[in-house]
Structure formats: structure tokens, C-alpha cells
């Protein structure tokens, strides 16, 4: 295969190198094409355009293959833990034992939030949704840990990362509990990390609490199934933010924000919402599928389609077989388990959505497992934020120590030319 492409534009052709990734994927590198020709590409959505290099996550959208580090995310959610996934992200490797335990040492030393931030989260009204505390809160712990990241040490990005880790489940817990209206607790060195992620979330005031294994397996699944997933719309602002040299926790909470609409993570709060409505409404799921490819109708079937999958998400097919197994170990029958089946085998044959390639996708059945454990639907984007953590460190870190340059991408003018300035007087 060649490795250069031709561009012609006016009769004036121009050779742009081609570059391949590991899995062959093609690309034309446009780095240079304005200075030499004056033009730029232009991409909307970004739905064609590659923003960077990257060694962490695999993604075939036409195949329907995801892999962390070149491991298949099958094999990871059946045999890895989270911790162990969180530290392959970040580090490129699986750990070694020793290696493990002395990662989980050191986050659990940085676990401890300064009591001062409780007065930040007292501020806020129960009412408040979890993402927008959650992100407050990701900003608030820069005023406490001023000093940013130096990025020419190791050890110096190492602390900072072993610091996040360690602070932010205790932030995500405490969002939970505000919500609830409970005591904010401290975890239990003694536990995972997240057994006691679960402990800090479930535990009564009243009552000892106990390790649900079900409750900690299915909790392990989720957060890895979303511990990554290259250049999402979070995970690119989280890289864009850090390259103009913002620090860590900043990045993370703008990732934070921008995994909240319900086109990104917050689908799996709008799936929910939406699969409880058609319960309400008799069950008719015709009627719902008729809405979603009505194009006067603004209604979307939320949990379907993709940007990059155009086959099965290899995440939903691991996370329906789970929904199964918890609600079948935890007793309970959800009637919305049924609805979302429905849904789903009516669009795998509807030809409006077989033509278009949507297929259900990681949220469609997460929040019916959320919901098993007892996790109101409004923070289910707080946990795929927890799952996305490990992810976006690992992009932040991969985009600094690459120095990548700040990300500035340009546009096409389509406002006025210039005009005269007219005084107030005679508009
Ligand atoms: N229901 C009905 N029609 C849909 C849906 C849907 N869920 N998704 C896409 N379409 C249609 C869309 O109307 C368009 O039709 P046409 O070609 O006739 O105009 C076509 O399919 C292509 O859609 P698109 O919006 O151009 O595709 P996109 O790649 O820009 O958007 C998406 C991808 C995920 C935003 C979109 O599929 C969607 O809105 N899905 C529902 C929200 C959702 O479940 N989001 C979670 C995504 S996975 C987890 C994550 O990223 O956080």
C-alpha cells in the first residue's frame, strides 16, 4: 500500500503522509495540509477525525471489539478486578501482586477528604443532581491541593494519580449520601477498594454493614466495562482541557460535565426514565418505537446507537447477561427488565433501526443493574463517572507525557463580512 495520499484542489495536487495503527487503521495526516495548501478540513462532530495518538483502548465499532491494553474486555470483566483495570489503564500493564498491593496502599493513604470540603457539600441542596455536585466537588479539591501536577516527574504524576483515585470514590459516596440524606462515612481500610466504595455508598447509621458479594461483583463488572473507551466526547474534553496545561483534577471535572448529557453518560439515567414511562403507560412499546422514528418527534430510543459502534457494543451484551444474574441472586423481578427485552428484540428487527445500525449500547441495561443495588437513578452517571475515572487519568496522562500541544482545532467563517459599525441612534 501507498503511504502517501493526494489531495487535488484547483489542479494543484498535494501528497499528505499516510500513517497506520497497530490494528491497520488508516489515517491521512493533515498536520501540515493548511500551510502547504491554505485549506483545512473541516468535521463537524468530529465524526471522522482522529485527535490523537493513542496506545490504551481498542476500539472496532464495525466489529464490535473493545480491548484495554490489548486485553479483550470479555476476558478483563470476567477475570480482572477493577483495581487491577484501573492500574493496566494508567500503567500500560497488568500488575504484578506486589505491584497491586502497593498501589492499593497508597491510594488507600490519600483516601482521606479535608473536613472543610463538607461545608462545600453542606451548600448545596439535597435536591441538587449528583453530577453537578460531583463535579463541584472534583473542582473544590484543587483549592485544596493547590500545587498542579509536576508532569516531568513519574512520581510526581504518580501522587497525583494514587490522590484521585483515593479522594474521589469518597466524594462520590458522600454525593450519594447527601442525596440520601445520610451521615457521610469514611471507608474501611481493611476493605477492596470496592467492597468499600460499596460500604461508603450503602451503609445504614444504624446498622453494621454487611459485604453483599453479588453486590460487589456486579458493582467490579460495571466499573470496568467503563473504565474506558478512547476519544468519547469526556475523555476529549478531558484531554483538551489538560492540554493547555489545566491540571488534573480541573480536566477531570470538565470530564465530568461533559459525561453528564444524556447523549453521553447520562443516558442511563434517560433510559430508566424512559423505560419506567412506558411501563406507566400500559407497556407499549409500539408505540414507543413508532415516537422514535418519527422525525417531527423528538423523542430518541435512549440506550440505542452509537458513534462508533455499527454492530453489537460488546459492553451491553456482558452487562444483559449480568442484569440477568443480579436481579436472579438479589430475588428481584423488575418489571422494566421485560419492557427493555421487548424494546430490544422489536428494534434488532425494525428496519429503521437495522438500516441505521443502532444497536443497544452500554447504557441500555446498566440502570436496570444500578437500580438492583439499591442506587437511585439519578446518581447512575456519578457510577459510570466512578468506571470512567481509571480512563481518564490514563488519556490525561498519555496526552502529557506525549506532550501533545494544546488542542485547538479551526472552522469555517459563515457570518457576516465586514461591515460598517452603526451608532445606536440610526439602527
Ligand atoms: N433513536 C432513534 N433514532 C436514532 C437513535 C436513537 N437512539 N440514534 C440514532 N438515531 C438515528 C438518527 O436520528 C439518525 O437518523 P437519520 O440518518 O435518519 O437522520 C441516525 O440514526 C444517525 O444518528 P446520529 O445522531 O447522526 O448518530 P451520532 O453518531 O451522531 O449519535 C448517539 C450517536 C449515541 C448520540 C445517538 O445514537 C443517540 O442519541 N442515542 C441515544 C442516546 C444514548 O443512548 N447515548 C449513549 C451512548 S453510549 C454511552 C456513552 O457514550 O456515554
Known sequence: MSNIATIEINGKKYELPIVLGSENEIAIDISKFRD?????????????????YSDIT??????????????????????????????????GELPTYSQLEKFHNDIREQSIIAEDMKKILDGFPQ?????????????????????????????????????????????VAWTHRKHQGLPLEYGDEDLGYV???????????????????VVVNALDKLLILHADHEQNCSTSTVRIVGSSHA?????????????????????????????????????????????????????????????????FDPRAKIIKKAADE??????????????????????????YFVERKLYPNVDFYSGIIYRSLGIPTNMFTVMFALGRLPGWIAQ???????????????????GHTLRPFVSVDKR
Request: aromatic residues 8%; glycine residues 8%; neutral net charge.
Open 396 to 414: 490525561w496522562r498519555e496526552m502529557r507525557l506525549r506532550k501533545e500541544p494544546i488542542g485547538r482545532p479551526r472552522q469555517i467563517y459563515t
Open 127 to 171: 435536591s441538587a443532581h449528583p453530577m453537578g455536585v460531583l463535579s463541584s466537588l472534583t473542582s473544590a479539591l484543587i483549592a485544596f491541593n493547590p500545587s498542579s501536577v509536576n508532569v516531568t516527574s513519574e512520581e510526581a504524576i504518580y501522587k497525583a494519580i494514587v490522590k484521585i483515585l483515593g479522594k474521589f470514590p469518597v466524594l
Open 36 to 52: 502547504l495548501s491554505g485549506a483545512i478540513t473541516i468535521d463537524p462532530g468530529f465524526k471522522n477525525t482522529g485527535a490523537c
Open 326 to 351: 443480579v436481579l436472579m441472586s438479589l430475588g428481584i423481578n423488575d418489571p422494566v427488565l421485560e419492557i427493555a427485552k421487548g424494546l430490544e428484540k422489536e428494534a434488532l428487527e425494525d428496519p
Open 195 to 213: 467492597e468499600n466504595i460499596a460500604k461508603m455508598m450503602f451503609k445504614k447509621p444504624n446498622k453494621e454493614y454487611k459485604v453483599n458479594p
Open 58 to 91: 481498542f476500539l472496532d465499532g464495525e466489529k464490535g471489539i473493545l480491548r484495554y491494553r490489548g486485553y479483550s474486555i470479555e476476558e478483563l470483566a470476567e477475570k480482572a478486578d477493577f483495581l487491577e483495570v484501573c492500574y493496566l489503564l494508567i500503567f
Open 247 to 311: 491540571g488534573l483534577f480541573a480536566s477531570l471535572s470538565a470530564g465530568i460535565s461533559a459525561l453528564w448529557g444524556p447523549l453521553h453518560g447520562g443516558a442511563n439515567q434517560a433510559v430508566i426514565e424512559m423505560l419506567e414511562a412506558i411501563k406507566e403507560d400500559g407497556g407499549d412499546t409500539k408505540k414507543y418505537m413508532a415516537k422514535a422514528k418519527d422525525k417531527e418527534d423528538p423523542f430518541r430510543l435512549m440506550g440505542f446507537g452509537h458513534r462508533v459502534y455499527k454492530n
